[in-house]
């Protein structure tokens, strides 16, 4: 007599038990979700101010700035906003398109940014012998040809106006000079920064155009993300399959220093321990998952070997660890990380000769990089969680030095 397929494959071994996720794709940073848990009044603010209630008017570009710490729903909101605004137009029979550019990802050059925007809205790609103005020129001439309207988010714009020679925020601030006073069909230009103070860095006349409305993401309470991962379980995970206790845990680890409300690494957490969980055959995620998840996010390295370095080595393990995040390839040139130096040590507002050659010595002997010829590699990470603790135990604005706790060459100045 057939077996009833429930008997059969426990029969098997075949665990019946329902796993801990629901959907894990609704952790991943690429997924949006419905709702931005206490961002709405942020998200109010946005639509106001680009007047999404107008999209049916003649439309010129708002200038707005988006400011808040890492993890604190930037980006998150303002592509969901793009969303929104698509919808609208869509409702009163315009076309609309959001644009996203990462800054930190498209390039450094004006000519390979606006590039990128056409190739956002045209069909075929700009020409290589055009000169930038000329590609964001055909850039507006495709909107309207295409008689599409777009709103432009630009993100990581504090990291391009640091890295790069030629900036695009006095273009993207006059569009409308360039459409000779009629609408440019931008419905507005949204800058996405972590650093408050970047527009300090802008020269008068691009710091004129940008204007002053800023929107700002202050970093999110325990109580807030407790809330958010909550919100974030119930649409990833299984009922009942994460602790209270295990999601509060990830709430204090996301918001205590070096860390300020940062729900990507809260998420991170969560997923990390639903999947030790699982791994486990467990039916619940516990605080021992996440304690497990935590300390397999800074490896073979403790917060305690970072302190023991001298300021100057830290320094330039921080610089590595930089320059390496935004590179491609496992190792990177000597020359790239001293170049990365001098802007942390301007960032930092230290002003001092580092003893460049002795502290790579040193992190090389203490096996936190690896030299090979003039390339420098890293095999400790996460890089970004490796540079936010670096960055919390740097002292800002004050003279360099200070010997390693350590035993070593003693040459660390
Ligand atoms: N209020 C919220 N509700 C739900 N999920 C959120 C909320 N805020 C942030 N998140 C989630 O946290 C992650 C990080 O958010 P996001 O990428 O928008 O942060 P950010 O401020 O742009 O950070 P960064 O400056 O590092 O780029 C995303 O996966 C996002 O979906
Ligand atoms: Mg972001």
């Given at each position: 007599m057939a077996l009833p397929p429930k008997?059969?494959?426990?029969?098997?071994?075949?665990?019946?038990?329902?796993?801990?996720?629901?959907?894990?794709?609704?952790?991943l940073p690429a997924y949006v979700p419905e709702r931005l848990v206490h961002r709405e009044q942020q998200m109010r603010v946005l639509a106001d101010l680009l007047e999404v209630g107008g999209l049916g008017r003649l439309v010129y570009p708002k200038c707005i700035q988006v400011v808040g710490p890492t993890g604190s729903g930037k980006t998150s909101a303002c592509l969901k906003l793009g969303r929104v605004l698509e919808q609208e137009a869509l409702r009163v029979g315009v076309g609309l398109k959001p644009i996203y550019l990462n800054l930190r990802l498209e390039g450094a050059s004006r000519f390979t940014i606006f590039k990128s925007m056409v190739e956002k809205v045209a069909f075929e790609a700009a020409s290589r012998s055009l000169s930038p103005d000329e590609v964001l020129?055909?850039?507006?001439?495709?909107?309207?040809?295409?008689?599409?309207?777009?709103?432009?988010?630009?993100?990581?714009?504090?990291?391009?106006?640091?890295?790069?020679?030629?900036?695009?925020?006095?273009?993207?601030t006059r569009l409308h000079?360039?459409?000779?006073?009629?609408?440019?069909?931008?419905?507005?230009?949204?800058?996405?920064?972590?650093?408050?103070?970047?527009?300090?860095?802008?020269d008068p006349a691009e710091r004129s155009s940008l204007g002053a409305l800023k929107v700002s993401f202050p970093p999110y309470s325990k109580?807030?993300?407790?809330?958010?991962?909550?919100?974030?379980?119930?649409?990833?995970?299984?009922?009942?399959?994460?602790?209270?206790?295990?999601?509060?845990f990830i709430a204090d680890l996301a918001t205590e220093p070096p860390r300020a409300g940062d729900v990507r690494f809260a998420l991170d957490m969560l997923l990390y321990s639903g999947v030790l969980a699982e791994e486990e055959g467990c039916s619940r995620i516990t605080l021992d998952h996440v304690r497990a998840a935590y300390s397999m996010t800074l490896k073979s390295i403790s917060t305690g070997d970072l302190e023991a370095l001298s300021t100057q080595e830290k320094v330039v393990l921080?610089?590595?660890?930089?320059?390496?995040?935004?590179?491609?390839?496992?190792?990177?040139?000597?020359?790239?990380?001293?170049?990365?130096?001098?802007?942390?040590?301007?960032?930092?507002?230290?002003?001092?000769?580092?003893?460049?050659?002795?502290?790579?010595?040193?992190?090389?002997?203490?096996?936190?990089?690896?030299?090979?010829?003039?390339?420098?590699?890293?095999?400790?990470?996460?890089?970004g969680k490796l540079i936010s603790v670096l960055e919390s135990l740097i002292p800002r604005g004050v003279e360099l030095g200070g010997a390693s706790r350590r035993g070593g060459s003693g040459q660390r100045r």
């Open positions: 008997i059969e494959l426990a029969v098997l071994g075949v665990s019946l038990m329902p796993g801990i996720f629901k959907d894990k794709g609704k952790l020129k055909q850039f507006l001439e495709t909107l309207k040809s295409r008689k599409l309207l777009a709103i432009l988010i630009v993100d990581e714009v504090d990291f391009h106006v640091r890295r790069s020679r030629e900036t695009v925020v006095y273009d993207l000079e360039l459409s000779s006073g009629e609408s440019p069909n931008i419905v507005g230009v949204v800058f996405i920064a972590k650093d408050g103070d970047w527009s300090r860095l802008l109580d807030q993300v407790m809330d958010i991962l909550e919100y974030r379980a119930s649409e990833a995970l299984n009922p009942g399959t994460a602790a209270r206790e295990a999601l509060s921080l610089s590595t660890a930089k320059a390496l995040s935004t590179a491609s390839t496992p190792y990177i040139d000597v020359d790239a990380v001293r170049r990365q130096l001098r802007v942390t040590l301007e960032e930092l507002g230290l002003n001092v000769k580092v003893a460049f050659d002795d502290a790579i010595k040193r992190l090389e002997a203490e096996s936190l990089i690896e030299v090979k010829g003039r390339g420098i590699g890293m095999s400790i990470g996460p890089l």
